[in-house]
């Protein structure tokens, strides 16, 4: 078995490759306005770890919505940072490079909370692996952490407090702007697992 991990640079990605050590990481950008922090968090915490990592550019911004794309939100939008069809999208970039690597099982950094949007949930993650698997190279899609908070993850994985300081959750901007959805969550965890937020903001 060869696994990949589709890492965003965020909490969760990260956190997730931290306890599965993924034999290799792919990072998308994709358009997004927070595409070159996101790069810069997964490429630095790679080579912390020595897990071959690419970046792969397909500039979609022209079809996104809501905070990542800078667009009004899509009248479909469950949320101000919901883009459309994004996880399929991202899922079948990453399959794309991952089969021509060997891999065979594609992680992604999925947890209790994201099932807020369809490509969230424990459906859909079932849904696109059997979808991938039926086509050549025979795919498998996971969600380890599906069933988890970020907290519990945070916990589960033993992720030192200095690695996880390099994820980059702001959903708007390459420095967080402190109040979309995205920095609001990485403060609220945070807090959560002890820290002074009072000394961070």
């Not at 690695?163 to 702007?177: D, G």
């Amino acid at each position: 078995m060869k696994t990949g991990v589709l890492l965003s640079g965020g909490m969760d990605s990260i956190s997730l490759a931290w306890w599965k050590k993924p034999d290799i990481a792919f990072t998308i950008n994709y358009g997004q306005l927070a595409a070159a922090a996101e790069v810069a968090a997964s490429t630095s915490f790679c080579k912390h770890l020595s897990i071959p990592h690419f970046v792969l550019d397909v500039d979609c911004r022209a079809l996104g919505s809501g905070d990542m794309a800078g667009a009004k939100a899509n009248i479909h939008a469950p949320a101000s940072d919901w883009w459309p069809y994004r996880n399929q999208m991202l899922i079948t970039f990453a399959a794309m490079k991952a089969i021509s690597l060997g891999v065979t099982h594609l992680w992604l950094g999925t947890v209790r909370s994201d099932g807020s949007h369809s490509d969230g949930t424990i459906e859909f993650v079932n849904a696109i692996s059997g979808l991938m698997s039926l086509q050549e190279g025979g795919l498998t899609i996971s969600a380890p952490a599906i069933e988890l908070s970020t907290r519990e993850l945070i916990q589960i994985s033993g992720i030192p407090s200095d690695m996880l300081a390099w994820a980059h959750s702001c959903h708007k901007s390459n420095v967080p702007c402190g109040n979309c959805r995205g920095c609001n969550k990485y403060f609220e965890v945070l807090g959560e697992i002890g820290y002074d937020l009072d000394r961070l903001r």
